[in-house]
């Protein structure tokens, strides 16, 4: 990924750098730092920064959970990520998390506790010889970046030294032996905890929460061996810097349990007042954050390890288990420094373009950018940028991942690249961003019960506020039963792509007590614009489906209240072949015109209706598009001007149909004759000033 994706994200990097600085024994540990945001968020970018910066100062790891089958693979690999050499900084001592390691790795044969004492003894051959150290080692080196992997035969001798020295007796066993009959479960000696703890991994006890206490006793271990090996100055000093460990994919399910399993290890040594660890863990993941807290945003002011997280809870003294952090999208100057085009005229206008497709959003500001600055792989038209192929291989950049590309019937192999068979931009961005929700039928079409999840959650982006009781109409409507509305929504909702508030144009309002119950009343949430603009595109390419997809939306929100958002939905449909839903919103509009008690209140039931999903296209005029819809300019006939001042509106507010803001002049004009017609109406006027400075501003 570029560097670009950063842009907004310097807090982070000044955040991890004052946490990692050393002075003395910490005064309370330190907080596990999750980076959240929906998939494409840089959580990746801002791993791989602080590798960059920090790998070099202090021992450091970085893994990718994504392929974790379980915690210890997490933890080995983490214990073998921090055995790579930091010229000045000497190696860590894991002598408790290497005897429990010793102890998992026995494969029981048979013999019982006594081959399990002997191999406890055994030498690097005969260790070699009963442990599952291939296993182990192919489990756990994938999970450390490429250029820090071995060959699986070199990560299994030298896991087979490690787990050997247990048995010959080398400094710091019998340390570990007296941490075990502390902290370990069971009773006895350390031999009957390991052999405990072996049982209960291998679920061979009948002890609650067996396997989970075993993987407890994992983690406890890890941190004690950093604790001891940080704050004692017996061995030679005081270290400099803390550790860092960073985690990406973090989501999973096994990374999701090691970090709950850190986070209740810390609690309970904070309880017996034992020494902080050393361990800053930074893990990025996709989706929302399992925590109380509310995320910081990483532009935020108070972002800063000085600062107490200000959703924490208990008093200020309290220590700070999690630091959720929500990585914000890029703001307008970020995407100018990303851009690298000029086809609408200057960098700046281009950066606006794709800040306006995409709200910021940093892989897909990062793809779009590099398409636009490149005619020969999106053509010199930004009106198409999201409906042409997907380029040839050969004007992409490294770091982006190969798109699927569908196989021709017949064909032994997929097509070409930049052929016909390549997906559009658009779908290769709805892949990137919804990739765990992106399933489809055999064909890729719709079957009789209805379409994939992303259709699913298509058809639920087209209406304001994501309405479950409409979702469920709508479908009703189509026939489709394959999913329901709330799974696509919740979906939607655990991959961070809805706020969990109510959209401004969904036209929710308080109902009428003396009326029937407004259809638009319930829980409401705001779509990302991305999303929303994608899964629309997606629905863009099945007329029927869009048809009937608004229909059933327009069916439901029947009641007189629910007026707006009823012609919302009928807009949608309107075509040049097919006029009468304009017909029918322009005829309303006029309508509450008369009866809204000031131009403002009319100006709101306007950008209700207006803000209409748009699946038309054209490579011509805007202008002469909107006339050959509405119909030409009468300043004098008010239910044309409306109708024209209608269309344009719909229109513009995709700036994918408009991306040279041409029609900015159009609705000016008709805003003056509406507020010409209607006796000089000054809230009319101040509209049509408004979008004439835009008019002005891309004419120069």
């Known amino acids: 990924m570029t560097d670009g994706r950063l842009y907004g994200r310097v807090r982070v990097v000044e955040f991890t750098g004052d946490a990692l600085r050393r002075s003395g024994v910490p005064a309370r540990p330190l907080p596990i730092v999750l980076l959240v945001g929906p998939r494409g968020s840089g959580g990746s970018v801002l791993l791989d ?55 998992l790795s026995f494969v029981d044969a048979g013999g019982g506790r006594a081959a399990f004492e002997a191999y406890l003894r055994a030498g690097p051959q005969d260790a070699a010889a009963h442990a599952a150290l291939d296993g182990l080692a192919a489990r756990a080196a994938p999970l450390l970046p490429a250029d820090q992997q071995v060959l699986l035969s ?24 007296s941490w075990l009959k502390d902290h370990a479960p069971g009773v006895g000696s350390a031999e009957d905890r390991l052999w405990e703890i072996h049982r209960r991994h291998h679920g061979r006890s009948d002890a609650p929460d067996a396997a989970r206490t075993a993987l407890k006793t994992v983690c406890a271990a890890l941190l004690a061996d950093l604790r001891t090996d940080f704050n004692r100055r017996s061995l030679r000093g005081q270290r400099p810097a803390n550790c860092l460990l960073m985690l990406d994919n973090a989501g999973s399910r096994a990374g999701e349990l090691f970090l709950e399993l850190l986070a209740e290890c810390r609690r309970e040594s904070h309880r ?25 945003a990483s532009t935020d002011d108070r972002l800063s390890f000085a600062v107490r997280h200000p959703a924490a809870p208990a008093g200020e003294d309290h220590p700070v288990w999690w ?17 690298g085009s000029s086809v609408l005229g200057s960098q700046k206008r281009d950066a606006s373009h794709l800040s306006d497709l995409t709200d910021g959003h940093p892989e897909a500001v990062d793809r ?8 020969e792989a999106a053509g010199d038209d930004p009106r198409r940028l999201l409906d042409r192929p997907l380029p040839a291989a050969e004007y992409l950049t490294d770091h982006w991942s190969a798109p699927a590309r569908p196989t021709p019937p017949g064909s032994a192999e997929g097509p070409e690249d930049g052929d016909a068979g ?33 259709d699913t959650m298509a058809v639920l982006a087209l209406t304001p506020g ?20 709330a799974t696509a929504r919740r979906r939607l909702g655990a991959a961070l792509w809805l706020a969990e508030a109510p959209d401004p144009l969904d036209g929710a309002a308080e109902p009428d007590p003396n009326g029937a119950p407004d259809a638009a009343v319930g829980p409401a949430a705001r779509l990302h614009p991305l999303a929303a603009l994608l899964l629309h595109r997606r629905l863009a390419a099945l007329p029927e489906v869009w048809d009937g997809a608004h229909q059933g939306y327009a069916a439901h929100y029947s009641g007189a209240h629910d007026a707006p958002l009823r012609h919302h939905h009928l807009l949608a449909q309107a075509t040049p072949s097919r ?46 598009y909107v006339t050959a819809l509405a119909g030409r300019p009468d300043p004098r006939d008010r239910n044309r001007t409306i109708s024209r001042l209608v269309t344009a509106r719909w229109l513009y507010g995709d700036r994918s149909f408009d991306p040279r803001h041409h029609l900015a002049g159009l609705i000016s004009a008709e805003y003056g004759n509406l507020a010409a017609i209607c006796g000089g109406n000054e809230a009319l006027f101040q509209e049509s000033g408004k979008y004439h400075l835009i008019e002005e501003e891309w004419d120069r």
């Open 49 to 103: 920064r602080l590798w960059t910066d920090f790998s070099g100062r202090c021992l450091s790891v970085r893994l990718d959970l994504g392929r974790a089958e379980a915690v210890e693979d997490i933890v080995l690999a983490a214990i073998q990520g921090w055995g790579r050499r930091v010229p000045g900084i000497r190696p860590i001592r894991f002598c408790r998390t290497r005897m429990l390691f010793k102890a």
């Open 154 to 177: 070199a990560t299994a001798r030298a896991l087979g030294l490690l787990l050997s020295a247990v048995g010959r007796r080398r400094r710091g066993d019998a340390k570990a032996r």
């Open 272 to 296: 017996a007042r034992e020494r902080p660890d050393p361990a800053l863990v930074v893990a990025a993941r996709r989706g929302r954050a399992h925590t109380a807290m509310a995320p910081l």
């Open 323 to 339: 630091y959720p952090i929500r990585l914000t999208g890029l703001g307008r100057e970020d995407v100018v420094v990303m851009c």
């Open 368 to 375: 779009l950018a590099h398409l636009l600055a490149r005619p």
């Open 422 to 454: 390549a997906p559009t931009v658009a779908a290769y961005l709805l892949r990137r961003i919804l990739a765990d929700d992106h399933v489809d039928g055999p064909d890729g079409g719709i079957g009789p019960d209805g379409g994939s999840l992303l």
């Open 466 to 485: 994501l309405r479950l009781g409409a979702g469920t109409a709508a479908l009703h409507f189509l026939g489709w039963t394959r999913f329901d509305a």
């Open 579 to 624: 006029r009468e839903p304009l017909t029918a919103v322009a005829g309303y509009l006029e309508r509450e015109y008369d009866r809204c008690a000031s131009p403002e209140s009319w100006q709101v039931i306007l950008r209700q209706v207006t803000a209409a999903p748009n699946r038309l296209r054209t490579d011509g005029d805007p202008r002469t």
